[in-house]
C-alpha cells in the first residue's frame, strides 16, 4: 500500500528472495510477494536480496554487497515483522549496514522502524508476551543507534472502506492514513498523524 505512493522515488526493497518475491504467481509466503504485475505497474520499484541478519540460512550469492544500496538511500523504512530472535539480528545488520554508509558517504540515513504497539500486541499475537516485547525492546535499542531514526508503533492498518471501525481498533489507523504518515516521514522526517511514537 505504501510503494505506490513513493512514486516520485526510487525504491529498493530488501527481500530474502527476490526472485521468489518477483514470480508471476505466489509460489510461498515465506519470502514475501509483490508480484510481477505490481512490479509492472510500479518502475520505481527495484528487490535486491539481502541476508536478512542472519548468515547461517542463506544459500547463493544474490545477497552478497546488498549493503551498497545505503550508498544512495536518504531513508531506511524497517518492516521486518516475527518476534524471534531473527528479528533483532536483522535489525542489527541494517544499523550496522546504515552506521557504514553514513561514515562513507557524512551523512545520516534516516531510519523509519515500524513495529506493533504495545497495546495493540495482545491482540496481534496474544502467546509469549514477554518474550515478544523484549524482543521488540531490543529492536527499537539496536534502532536508536542511529542518529536519525523514528519507531513507529501501530497497531491494525485497516483498509479504508472500514474507516468507521477505526476507532474502535485499539491503536489503529486507515490504510490511507498510514501512507500519508510514511510519506511524511520519508519526505520530510515529520508525520502530524505520528502521535505515540515509542
Not at 518475491?21 to 512490479?39: E, I, K, N, T, V
Not at 538511500?73 to 554508509?101: C, F, H, I, K, P
Not at 497495546?119 to 515478544?132: E, V
Not at 527499537?140 to 474507516?163: C, H
Amino acid at each position: 500500500m505504501l510503494l505506490p505512493s513513493l512514486s516520485s522515488h526510487s525504491v529498493t526493497v530488501l527481500c530474502r528472495n527476490a526472485f521468489l518475491a518477483s514470480a508471476p504467481s505466489r509460489a510461498s509466503g515465506d519470502f514475501g510477494h509483490l508480484g510481477a504485475p505490481f512490479l509492472a505497474r510500479n518502475a520505481h520499484v527495484a528487490l535486491r536480496d539481502w541476508d536478512g541478519g542472519d548468515l547461517l540460512d542463506i544459500v547463493g550469492q544474490d545477497w552478497v554487497g546488498w549493503q551498497d544500496v545505503l550508498g544512495e538511500a536518504d531513508v531506511l523504512v524497517n518492516a521486518v515483522g516475527g518476534y524471534t530472535g531473527q528479528r533483532l539480528l536483522a535489525q542489527r545488520r541494517l544499523s550496522e549496514a546504515v552506521a557504514a554508509a553514513e561514515r562513507v558517504r557524512m551523512d545520516d540515513i534516516r531510519q523509519i522502524v515500524v513495529r506493533p504497539s504495545e497495546r495493540f500486541l495482545p491482540f496481534l499475537s496474544p502467546a509469549a508476551l514477554d518474550i515478544k516485547r523484549g524482543t521488540l525492546a531490543e529492536c527499537s535499542k539496536a534502532a536508536r543507534t542511529g542518529a536519525d531514526v523514528t519507531v513507529v508503533a501501530l497497531g491494525r492498518v485497516v483498509e479504508d472502506v472500514y474507516r468507521d471501525r477505526c476507532e474502535g481498533i485499539e491503536d489503529g489507523i486507515c490504510e490511507s492514513d498510514f501512507v500519508e504518515m510514511m510519506v511524511g516521514l520519508i519526505e520530510r522526517g515529520e508525520s502530524d498523524l505520528l502521535s505515540s511514537p515509542s
